[in-house]
């Protein structure tokens, strides 16, 4: 017989409330609600950092339903807050699979709430913007959970890099290789690191807080400035080393977080978006090129395109076609570029990774 599904409570900043099930962990998660239109790839996105600190609604009807597999991570833990679906499944068809998506996420203490109609839902973020929420499935008092809502801090001003950064340096790839790189950890994600060993680099991965004086102790031949999640304009220590890694002159490759310090480094602000861009579906535009890319996205801040557009040594090279936000950048007088989007793709189309090709070729030149 089954078991009957344990109540939970869904409640918006902004006073709405959603009523579902139980599904992953018993208990109450806080955090900045925001959604991903992707339809599959959700075990790579849940491991994402870029996404710590939120509470995820996947859009498609169903989750779980391909199960959860050792390899398909982008880190070593689920970095989502809490999960909001439709219908999360237990039963999974891939065989490959090496278990069920309710007992991965209880193992990784995430609550998670289904039943939800994800479609209104959704269409009331677009409408009223990101803003926080909280998931109970242990309280059923709304006074009680908005008491506790109201303790969350704001994501506007939160820096949360250092917090999923690495610890320690590690390298990967071959010690032997001709190209270097040193990776500057804000919450990289494994197959970014993979674009790059595959394409014959070896790399130096960083904590956060790591000075230029010991990113150069590895002698690189060039830079990598990684995504990561919270406000970039929270981040002057991060701001400073690009500054620093700038004058050195060799090529750096920043990927959205990393894209929004560049510009932050070349006195362009940055701003929280209305509701943010998370997908696997996205068209950008590149410009140089005029070909249009299917992209995987997943940021809550942009770069001001005025402060782009009015900037002397600074040229726009993509653009977001759903809303003509800026996607990619590069310094007239140096090899340093950047792109909001993440090209590595995992989950998504691989339309993009030629940029991985287009830094390994700045380098080779130098």
Do not use: W
Request: charged share 20%.
């Amino acid at each position: 017989m089954t078991q009957p599904k344990q109540p939970a409570i869904l409640l918006l900043a902004d006073g709405h409330v959603f009523y579902g099930h139980s599904f992953g962990k018993t208990g109450t998660a806080t955090g900045e609600i925001c959604f991903n239109t992707g339809m599959t790839g959700y075990q790579e996105v849940f491991t994402d950092p870029s996404y710590a600190g939120q509470i995820l609604i996947m859009n498609n009807v169903h989750v779980g339903n391909y199960g959860v597999k050792k390899t398909d991570v982008e880190s070593n833990t689920i970095k989502i807050r809490g999960l909001i679906a439709r219908n999360l499944e237990e039963q999974f068809s891939r065989i490959q699979a090496d278990g069920d998506l309710n007992e991965y996420l209880k193992v990784n203490n995430i609550v998670a709430i289904e039943d939800i109609d994800t479609r209104a839902l959704v269409a009331h973020i677009r409408a009223k913007g990101a803003m926080n929420c909280i998931i109970s499935t242990e309280v059923t008092d709304i006074e009680k959970l908005t008491a506790e809502l109201a303790k969350v801090p704001d994501m506007d001003g939160l820096e949360l890099a250092s917090t999923v950064s690495t610890t320690e340096e590690y390298e990967l790839g071959d010690v032997n290789a001709t190209l270097k790189v040193a990776v500057l950890d804000f919450g990289v994600k494994q197959h970014i690191l993979q674009c790059l060993v595959t394409r014959g680099v070896h790399v130096r991965v960083h904590p956060a807080k790591t000075p230029l004086s010991r990113l150069k102790e590895f002698n690189p031949n060039g830079y990598f400035i990684s995504n990561g999640p919270g406000d970039p304009a929270a981040m002057p220590y991060a701001v400073t080393t690009m500054k620093d890694i700038l004058k050195e002159d060799k090529p750096v490759f920043g990927i959205c977080l990393g894209h929004q310090l560049l510009a932050l480094a070349n006195d362009i602000p940055t701003f929280k978006m209305h509701h943010g861009h998370r997908g696997l579906n996205h068209p950008v535009k590149n410009i140089i090129t005029g070909l249009c890319e299917i992209t995987t996205q997943n940021h809550g801040f942009g770069v001001d395109p005025e402060a782009v557009q009015k900037h002397p040594n600074i040229e726009i090279t993509h653009i977001n076609l759903n809303d003509n936000s800026i996607e990619g950048i590069r310094l007239k007088d140096r090899n340093a570029f950047s792109v909001q989007y993440h090209p590595e793709s995992t989950p998504g189309p691989h339309d993009s990774r030629y940029l991985f090709d287009d830094f390994v070729g700045m380098m080779t030149a130098k």
